[in-house]
């Protein structure tokens, strides 16, 4: 694990210690049970027209690039990218290093939802991203509507990533297997992944590398959905991601920066 996740991980075990109690799949399900079912996420990066599906990200600042989008509403901002044509959310709910937090995906969902009566657009999937350690963090992602959560292979030890993956099961989500090289990719394998997501950033350099994605997802097995995560800014990264067999793209920096969404929205679909 690189030195900056190091640190992200150790303080978010910290930062969530106070709220722990047990967690059982059991409470998991009949929460899943007594709310509405989330938008499907695994089928919102699988397009019917067969083209690159736009996983657009809700990030303010980050430790790469700082100060993003300081104080962005979290509510206007999915909205834009709703209108602007994006398959599904990333909301980032990490305060200290992204600017996010857990009511910033509770306020997204619910928005959807009011809207929901008043005709198209539909909602959009919304995936949790944060650094998960606990399935007490599953519960509180689907309290706020989300369909989705982020697993860090390389963060977390085999025993947790299955805890949290049967709670995420359980909870009635999806899980995005965050990995970034072929020790993770088999890791995320062997618990079944049905989602996997190359992160094409180095956490310890902060560079970008679109060459992780051209390398690893050829290796995913047959049926997998495909995730081409960080480094896509423009048409031609999406192109490269699309030709190594991504199924989806996760764009933050670049999104919130731009000041015609749709544009390049479209412009992530136009060669693929």
Not at 34 to 41: G, I
Request: proline share 6%; aromatic share 4%.
């Amino acid at each position: 694990m690189s030195d900056k996740l190091t640190e992200i991980m150790a303080w978010k075990r910290r930062e969530i210690a106070p709220l722990l109690r047990p967690v059982a799949e059991s409470e998991l399900a009949g929460l899943n049970a007594a709310l509405p079912p989330p938008p499907a996420f695994a089928a919102a990066l699988r397009r019917a027209d067969g083209g690159l599906a736009v996983i657009a990200e809700i990030k303010r600042r980050s430790p790469s690039a700082g100060d993003i989008k300081a104080g962005a509403s979290a509510v206007d901002q999915a909205r834009r990218y709703q209108a602007a044509g994006a398959d599904a959310l990333s909301v980032l709910t990490d305060e200290k290093f992204f600017g996010g937090t857990l009511d910033d995906l509770g306020a997204v969902t619910a928005d959807f939802l009011s809207a929901q009566g008043l005709g198209p657009p539909p909602p959009l999937p919304c995936l949790r991203k944060d650094f998960m350690v606990h399935p007490l963090q599953v519960l509180q992602a689907r309290s706020a509507g989300a369909s989705a959560i982020l697993l860090i292979v390389r963060a977390l030890a085999d025993a947790e990533l299955a805890a949290l993956h049967a709670a995420t099961q359980a909870a009635g989500l999806d899980a995005l297997f965050e990995i970034h090289d072929e020790a993770d990719l088999a890791r995320a394998v062997a618990q079944g992944a049905r989602i996997i997501g190359v992160n094409n950033r180095d956490l310890a350099t902060f560079q970008t590398d679109l060459s992780l994605s051209e390398r690893l997802i050829p290796q995913f097995p047959p049926g997998v959905i495909a995730v081409s995560e960080s480094g896509i800014a423009t048409a031609a990264d999406a192109a490269r991601a699309r030709a190594a067999g991504a199924d989806a793209v996760l764009v933050g920096e670049a999104l919130m920066r731009a000041a015609d969404p749709a544009a390049l929205v479209a412009g992530f679909r136009s060669h693929v």
